[in-house]
């Protein structure tokens, strides 16, 4: 048995698992959305972060990284057993068809490629969340934070991710923009002048600006 999954989170850039072949493509219908409550990894319970999910959207296309897993039932299990426990607030599997980058075929590259997405429900889902005004958002993903890290870093890894990868999400940058709106509000007035990081693709907040909220580092982990 082999089987693929889909990532377009925290997976595009740290899979966190052993994988034997790594594809970067995307899949059609459906669009990243920042409509899903974390509690345990980049929030809490009484201050849940904003994640991102998939939403199903005739005639949209979703880019991200495809990951292969291959070498017998004991390989896959332990891949598979760590995928549901990483993506615990993901209440179902999708089977997808997905295209590579850069092949011209009207066919897939890849049929039934295993993606975690969520129900657009709030009563059979606890978990999502809804979509939100976008300063609402910000400021929700600005200020929430858990075990594993700020919500903001996933945010501003995601948006360098993509970057990476080739093929931004306009989406991500202006939610990633509005946070940044959001921590320059939330500082109180600088001490120094701002800089601004030089990383192509990506622009955070340095050091110099003297936060008065969330002083956690980059997680590992989505």
């Known amino acids: 048995m082999v089987f693929w999954v889909f990532g377009y989170g925290s997976l595009v850039w740290n899979p966190g698992f ?4 790594k594809v970067i ?6 669009k990243r959305v920042f409509d899903l409550a974390c509690i345990d990894h980049r929030g809490t319970p009484e201050n849940p972060a904003r994640t991102c999910t998939l939403e199903e959207t005739e005639g949209a296309i979703c880019w991200g990284a495809a990951y292969c897993v291959r070498g017998g039932p004991e390989k896959e299990k332990a ?10 607030e993901y209440d179902s ?18 049929t039934g490629v295993i993606v975690f997405t969520s129900t657009p429900d709030k009563i059979s889902n ?7 005004p976008l300063e609402e958002m910000a400021r929700q993903i600005a200020t929430a934070f858990g075990p594993c890290g700020n919500n903001r870093d996933y945010l501003f890894l995601l948006e360098k991710a ?17 946070v940044r709106k959001v921590l320059l509000s939330l500082s109180g007035g ?3 002048p701002l800089k601004m990081k030089a990383s192509p693709g990506v622009i955070g907040l340095d050091s110099t600006l003297k936060m ?5 580092a980059i997680a590992m982990d989505s």
Request: aromatic content about 14%; proline content about 3%; glycine content about 8%.
């Open 18 to 21: 052993e994988v034997d072949e």
């Open 25 to 30: 493509g995307f899949i059609k219908d459906y």
């Open 79 to 88: 891949a598979m057993e760590y995928l549901e426990r990483r993506e615990c």
């Open 93 to 110: 599997k999708t089977l997808v068809d997905f295209y590579k980058e850069g092949d011209d075929s009207e066919q897939p590259f890849v």
């Open 126 to 132: 606890k978990y999502y969340l809804g979509p939100a």
């Open 162 to 178: 993509m970057f990476n990868i080739g093929h931004e999400d306009d989406y991500v940058i202006e939610l990633a923009n509005e």
């Open 190 to 192: 600088l001490s120094s």
């Open 212 to 216: 008065k909220v969330l002083g956690g």
